[in-house]
C-alpha cells in the first residue's frame, strides 16, 4: 500500500488533456512544496517531469503542468501526444528526512 | 551529466543480506547539494525510498524498514552501496540508485538503470 494515493488508470484521446491525481496527508503533501512527479516507460527508471508542485526541469515541454489543493496535487498533460503513454508516479517529502512516493497511474492514449 | 550505475547479485537467499553498489561517473560522490539514494520498485509497480547518505556520511532511512538497511559511501571508486538484512521474498524488487536534491527542495533528477533482486532459494 503506497503512502500517497493515484488512481491506478486513465487516459485520452491525441490532442486532449488528461489530469492525474496525487492524495496524501496534511503531513506529506498538504504540509510542504516538495511534490514532484517522475515519468517512466516500461523496463526504463523513472525520470522526473515537475519538481517542487509546478516547475519543470529545463527540457520537459510546458504540456506538462503540475497543481496543488489542500493535500492533492495534480499532473496535468496537455496536448496529449502517443509518447505521453507511460506510468506516471508522485511523490512528497514527509518530513524528518522521509519521502514517500504514489502507487503509479497508468496513462493510455487511445 | 552525472550517471549512475547499480551492480550486484540478481539472486540472493532467503534471510541472507542484499549487496549492492552503484558507481557514479561523471561528477564527483563529494558534491554539497546530492544526497545519494536507494528506491526499489515492486513487481507491482510501486516504488519506495530506502534511503540516502550525504558525502560526509549522515544518512537517513526510510522509518518502515526498521534497522534492515545500511547505506555507506566509498570516495576513492566513487561509489555507495546498499546492505539489506534479513531479506524475504517480500525484498524482490527492482533496485535503482538516485540523486536525491535536498537543499531547500526535494526530488529524484538522476537515475540508474535499475537491478532485479530475486529473493529466492
Known amino acids: 500500500q503506497s503512502a500517497l494515493t493515484q488512481p491506478p488508470s486513465a487516459s485520452g484521446s491525441p490532442g486532449q488533456s488528461v489530469t492525474i491525481s496525487c492524495t496524501g496527508t496534511s503531513r506529506d503533501v498538504g504540509a510542504y512544496n516538495y511534490v514532484s512527479w517522475y515519468r517512466q516507460y516500461p523496463a526504463k527508471a523513472p525520470k522526473l517531469i515537475i519538481f517542487?508542485?509546478?516547475e519543470r526541469p529545463s527540457g520537459v515541454p510546458d504540456r506538462f503542468s503540475g497543481s496543488r489543493s489542500g493535500n492533492t496535487a495534480s499532473l496535468t498533460v496537455s496536448g496529449l501526444q502517443t509518447e505521453d503513454e507511460a506510468t506516471y508516479f508522485c511523490?512528497?517529502?514527509?518530513?524528518?528526512?522521509?519521502?514517500?512516493f504514489g502507487g503509479g497511474t497508468n496513462l493510455t492514449v487511445l | 551529466q552525472v550517471q549512475l550505475q547499480e551492480s550486484g547479485p540478481g539472486l540472493v537467499k532467503p534471510s541472507q543480506t542484499l549487496s549492492l553498489t552503484c558507481t557514479v561517473s561523471?561528477?564527483?560522490?563529494?558534491?554539497?547539494?546530492?544526497?545519494w539514494s536507494w528506491i526499489r520498485q515492486y513487481p507491482g509497480k510501486g516504488l519506495e525510498w530506502i534511503g540516502d547518505i550525504y558525502y560526509s556520511g549522515s544518512t537517513h532511512y526510510n522509518p518502515s524498514l526498521k534497522s534492515r538497511p545500511s547505506i555507506s559511501l566509498d570516495t576513492s571508486k566513487n561509489q555507495f552501496s546498499l546492505k539489506m538484512n534479513s531479506v524475504t521474498a517480500a525484498d524482490t524488487a527492482v533496485y535503482y540508485c538516485?540523486?536525491?536534491?535536498?537543499?531547500?527542495?526535494?526530488?529524484?533528477?538522476?537515475w540508474g538503470q535499475g537491478i532485479l533482486v530475486t529473493v529466492s532459494s
Open positions: 538516485a540523486i536525491r536534491r535536498r537543499v531547500k527542495t526535494d526530488y529524484f533528477d538522476s
Open positions: 511523490s512528497s517529502y514527509a518530513g524528518a528526512n522521509n519521502l514517500v
Open positions: 561523471g561528477g564527483s560522490i563529494i558534491s554539497d547539494d546530492s544526497y
Open positions: 517542487e508542485v509546478t
